[in-house]
T-cell receptor, first 116, second 113 residues
Framework: DAGVIQSPRHEVTEMGQEVTLRCKPI?????LFWYRQTMMRGLELLIY????????DSGMPEDRFSAKMPNASFSTLKIQPSEPRDSAVYFC??????????????FGEGSRLTVL | SQKIEQNSEALNIQEGKTATLTCNYT??????LQWYRQDPGRGPVFLLL?????KEKRKERLKVTFDTTLKQSLFHITASQPADSATYLC????????????FGSGTRLSIRP
């Protein structure tokens, strides 16, 4: 298996532009997580899905952020409009749940976003 | 407030010694706790999971303990090697009835030859 695949790996954009980050989870995994990592705040959970359904989006910073999972093999995280404070590394992770818990997370390599 | 705290300072250890990293949490009742390793520019990689009814778990040179009374987990690397240098993150489910996983801020470990 190729693992969790994220794109783009690097994105540089200007303030106000729309940014879309993409994630392909590992086939057969039923949980998908989006995290954001910065030096100041560490790894923050933004939102997670179970069987393509958003379960908890309480970590999404504000209405400028949205996430979708139209099917089991694809998810997007969108920021519109982007701001410099959104600059961070965004990670997608997937896992196979057992007993209702997600267990071990498999992370992608991350998308490094820079908003100028 | 609810939080997960790890060694705030970087840890520098002589090769061959045992490295011990700490993860403390407050106001959570996790059903399990996990440890991950993260190298610069890479995503975290899972190492170990320990459940609330387990006191200790081992995997090769790694050992994890979980004390639900102290609300603390210790992560040990025995016979440490320079290749063990990385940032180590602990993670838990903040509510054992939920399925979200949140992370501590991590501890940067450096093993000097």
């Amino acid at each position: 298996d190729a693992g969790v695949i994220q794109s783009p790996r690097h994105e540089v954009t200007e303030m106000g532009q729309e940014v879309t980050l993409r994630c392909k989870p590992i086939s057969g995994h039923d949980y998908l997580f989006w995290y954001r990592q910065t030096m100041m705040r560490g790894l923050e959970l933004l939102i997670y899905f179970n069987n393509n359904v958003p379960i908890d989006d309480s970590g999404m910073p504000e209405d400028r952020f949205s996430a979708k999972m139209p099917n089991a093999s694809f998810s997007t995280l969108k920021i519109q409009p982007s701001e410099p404070r959104d600059s961070a590394v965004y990670f997608c992770a997937s896992s196979y749940g057992t007993g209702g818990a997600p267990g071990e997370l498999f992370f992608g390599e991350g998308s490094r976003l820079t908003v100028l | 407030s609810q939080k997960i705290e790890q060694n705030s300072e970087a840890l520098n250890i002589q090769e061959g010694k045992t490295a011990t990293l700490t993860c403390n949490y407050t106001n959570y009742s996790p059903a399990y706790l996990q440890w991950y390793r993260q190298d610069p520019g890479r995503g975290p990689v899972f190492l170990l999971l320990i459940r609330e009814n387990e006191k200790e778990k081992r995997k090769e040179r790694l050992k994890v303990t979980f004390d639900t009374t102290l609300k603390q987990s210790l992560f040990h690397i025995t016979a440490s090697q320079p290749a063990d240098s990385a940032t180590y993150l602990c993670a838990l489910d903040p509510n054992s009835s939920a399925s979200k996983i949140i992370f501590g801020s991590g501890t940067r470990l450096s093993i000097r030859p």
